[in-house]
């Protein structure tokens, strides 16, 4: 883990030379359109998120300067400019739409910031590195092994053509208090974000590495959760049609 | 993606899919998943005492098609091994044998881990060290 990670400065702009304050995509000065290239999503929202990676987003602010930065980088405003201008004003609404969508959401947000950071996360890397691996505690496997069982059960139920009134309501129960999980363990991801941001602002760079750790070991909880809340509920929908 | 034949067969017609009795100290029981996709696979073995030969192997997954061939496969491989052979079954074998893409290759690696979860289950309930080589009284 680097230390205290703050994005490299906005560098000057191409065509008037005036250093790039805002976002790197576009010059405050002259209105030109930047480079794309190299450019992180919370760079591209520097003017909101501080030009340093934080967890902690004020979303309004940051729908705002979407919406400006939107129009202003909007390519039919460089229908007259140079094809390497319109070049890219295309590359950088691609990557401000990309970047809006990832920073409003909570979840989306720390995993493209763990992701930036180093950390391996999600499907593409499930399995591939064999020493980190992260298996998920015991007491949740076996949790996840019977209400699987508990959903097979009941599909095969189905395929018979009856089904199980109590299984239905205890499934329907187990549904409620995962989506109730889900719910704190972002609360969860909240706080932890902010004592990510607070070992930002501390230069406390081993209270920023805990706070990612802790946030990667909520996100892979919070996966199992959401894949289990979505085929019970999918289950159950199917199970009130017969 | 397309499933290799092999794959295809496994899923269609799953080898010894089922469950032992968890208690029994004769049965080692390996439970893992991957947070990352969300699959879960629960495989068991049966040793006898005597030989340390597996004679009984049971698997259930909740998974992909890759997941259930590769745990489905394993439960083949280890059925007739001894303890310390069944260690010895790389998740690389599993990926050759069913000809596994690179994205599935994760679902061999689980199968893996389910062997040598269920072997260390047993061999904590036998007492057996899990760095002594286990000797085998057969030969």
Redesign the interface.
């Known amino acids: 883990m680097t230390s205290v990670v703050t994005t490299s400065a906005p560098a000057a702009c191409w065509a008037c030379r005036a250093a790039l304050g805002g976002s790197p995509l576009l010059c405050a000065a002259c209105g030109k359109v930047q480079p794309a290239a190299g450019i992180d999503y919370f760079q591209v929202f520097g003017s909101v998120v501080g030009f340093e990676r934080r967890l902690t987003i004020d979303t309004a602010a940051l729908e705002r300067e979407f919406h400006r930065l939107s129009r202003r980088l909007h390519p039919d405003r460089f229908a007259r400019a140079t094809a390497q201008e319109q070049e890219w004003s295309l590359a950088a609404t691609a990557l401000l739409n990309d970047a809006y969508r990832t920073l409003r959401e909570l979840v989306q947000r720390t995993e493209y910031l763990l992701k930036l950071e180093g950390f391996e996360i999600?499907?593409?890397?499930?399995?591939?590195n064999?020493t980190a691996?992260?298996?998920?505690p015991?007491d949740?496997?076996?949790e996840?092994?019977e209400l699987?069982?508990q959903l097979?059960e009941m599909r095969m139920n189905r395929k018979m053509g009856e089904s199980d009134p109590a299984l239905h309501s205890e499934l329907t129960a187990v549904s409620l208090r995962f989506e109730s999980e889900l719910a704190k363990l972002d609360n969860n991801l909240v706080e932890k974000g902010a004592a990510w941001d607070a070992g930002a602002a501390a230069g406390d760079s081993a209270g920023r590495a805990t706070a990612a750790k802790d946030m990667a070991a909520q996100l892979?909880?919070r996966?199992?959760l959401r894949?289990?809340v979505r085929d019970v509920n999918e289950a159950l929908s199917t199970d009130k049609e017969s | 993606m397309a499933y290799s034949d092999k794959v295809i067969d496994h899923y269609n017609n799953p080898r010894n899919v089922g469950q032992m009795d968890k208690s029994s100290d004769e049965v080692g029981t390996g439970?893992?998943?991957?947070?990352?996709?969300?699959d879960?696979m629960?495989l068991q073995i049966r040793v006898n005492p005597e030989t340390q030969v597996i004679e009984e192997a049971k698997f259930?997954t909740?998974g992909c098609g890759s997941a259930i061939a590769s745990s489905s496969l394993a439960t083949e491989w280890v059925k007739g091994k001894t303890v310390a052979e069944a260690l010895e079954i790389k998740n690389t074998d599993i990926v050759k044998e069913l000809a596994l893409p690179p994205?599935k290759?994760?679902?061999s690696?689980?199968a893996e881990?389910a062997i040598r979860a269920a072997i260390g289950d047993w061999k904590k309930k036998n007492n057996v060290a899990e760095t002594a080589e286990v000797a085998v009284a057969a030969h």
């Open positions: 999600g499907e593409e890397f499930a399995g591939k064999k691996k992260r298996q998920p015991a949740l496997l076996e996840v092994f699987n069982m097979e892979d909880r996966r199992y894949n289990l | 439970l893992v998943g991957a947070p990352e996709c969300g879960v629960r259930k909740f994205v290759i994760h679902c690696v689980l881990d």
